[in-house]
């Protein structure tokens, strides 16, 4: 089969590789229908997060047709089934998953012994991201594995064209999410910083959970558009202040909710010296991630407020104000999404027509396009915001 294959930093390619088989009496193989590249794939591109291995299938946002179940399926799905497939892997039976805690199954994860020594205890396997959640091939590819597939799937019903169901299975609930980690109350203002996939399924999110006041921040301006046309007021952070303007749109206070949909790759500008020192130590291998939303965000943020982080971070960070955050009483949440707990209220607000979340959609493309299109996403060229992949 066809698939997109990592082969070392900023070069994935279209490569015919072995079709996936049956491993596992839980397993099933789909034949992918659509596919997404994520933020969280270009992490993976510029070699931010450690693991990869030449001849890793990327890919982690996917959906398709059931054509093979193992022995221990047990009617949970059968062929022709038409299913979402959640990035984050789950057995739905370990003490995380019986709490909905998805991302952090304990079982999923088979390189268990590896991420244990990295983050003291190991979290979920993760399709197409790092030997360090599991080393899953990933679902840009013509047919996909999934393990544990009797709980690892959404049904989707015949009404949804596969754009309009494709990003529960990733974008759509990490927005969710990022917004109810945020506790909205109806005085709010919510912050948001990055307007990429996340960043608009977060905007759109935090409107539909009632906040008086969405604000959004980024510097392209067809990503700031597209925020704009969710709900929210916008903030260009190459032209204006955002401390300055997000303080003057809460009469001095500050949001009392922050949303850092922008993870470990903040762009690096002349305007935020911070970036700049920290791409220095990137270089030198002092530091692993770029922390200036976090920073801008612990300062802004109103006392007693809420910080939820959606974006991916890899490693290592300096200089976060933790003396401002003690003192100002922040809550900190975060996480990988755990996709499956949001997805029965979620599917029923796209059926209600409550929200559409192929707005976000500007690219749809043949997976042989693939390779081309992780640059074209990458330096955000030609108005992308997402592109869809037709494998
Ligand atoms: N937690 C999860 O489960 C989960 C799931 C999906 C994606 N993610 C992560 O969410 C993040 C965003 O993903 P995406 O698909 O939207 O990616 P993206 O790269 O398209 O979007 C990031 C956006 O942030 C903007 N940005 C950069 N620096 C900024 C700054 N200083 N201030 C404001 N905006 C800034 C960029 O211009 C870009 O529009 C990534 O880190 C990704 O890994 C997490
Ligand atoms: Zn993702
Ligand atoms: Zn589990």
């Not at 590819?141 to 959404?154: N, S």
């Amino acid at each position: 089969m066809k698939a997109l294959v990592w082969h070392g930093k900023e070069d994935i390619r279209c490569d015919t590789v072995s079709d996936p088989e049956i491993e596992d009496a839980r397993d099933a193989i789909i034949k992918v229908t659509s596919c997404a590249i994520c933020g969280s794939d270009l992490h993976l591109f510029h070699n931010f997060i450690p693991a990869m291995e030449p001849g890793d299938i990327m890919g982690h946002e996917m959906m398709g047709e059931v054509v093979e179940v193992g022995s221990g399926i047990n009617g949970a799905l059968k062929k022709g089934d038409r299913i979402v497939v959640p990035f984050t892997i789950l057995c739905g039976e370990c003490d995380q998953c019986k709490r909905g805690n998805f991302s952090v199954c304990e079982r999923s994860n088979r390189n268990k012994d590896m991420a244990d020594k990295v983050f003291g205890h190991a979290t979920a396997g993760l399709f197409g991201y790092t030997h360090l959640t599991g080393g899953y091939p990933g679902g840009q590819a013509e047919y996909l594995r999934v393990p544990f597939a009797d709980k690892t799937h959404i049904k989707v019903p015949d009404s949804l064209t596969d754009e309009q169901a494709l990003f529960l299975g990733d974008i759509f609930p990490t927005g969710w999410q990022a917004a109810v980690n945020c506790d909205i109350q109806p005085t709010d203002t919510v912050a948001i910083w990055g307007c990429g996939p996340v960043g608009q399924m977060a905007i759109r999110s935090a409107v539909l959970l009632g906040a008086k006041q969405v604000v959004a921040i980024d510097c392209i301006p067809e990503r700031l558009s597209m925020a704009e046309a969710g709900g929210a007021i916008t903030i260009n952070f190459e032209t204006e202040s955002v401390v300055e303007r997000l303080n003057d749109l809460t009469t001095g206070k500050g949001p009392e909710k922050c949303i850092d949909a922008v993870g470990l790759e903040s762009h690096v500008s002349m305007g935020q010296p911070d970036t700049l020192l920290d791409r220095a130590k990137q270089m030198v291998m002092l530091e692993s991630d770029r922390p200036h939303v976090l920073r801008e965000m612990i300062y802004v943020c109103r006392p007693a407020g809420i910080i939820s982080i959606p974006g991916v971070y890899g490693g290592l960070i300096d200089k976060i104000p933790f003396g401002a955050a003690m003192n100002k009483g922040l809550t900190f949440r975060m996480g990988q999404t755990h996709v499956n707990r949001w997805t029965d209220d979620l599917l029923k607000r796209i059926q209600e027509g409550q929200i559409d979340p192929s707005f976000v959609i500007t690219h749809s493309v043949s997976l042989e396009q693939g390779p081309e299109m992780y640059k074209t996403f990458r330096d955000k060229h030609d108005g992308c915001i997402k592109v869809v992949l037709k494998p």
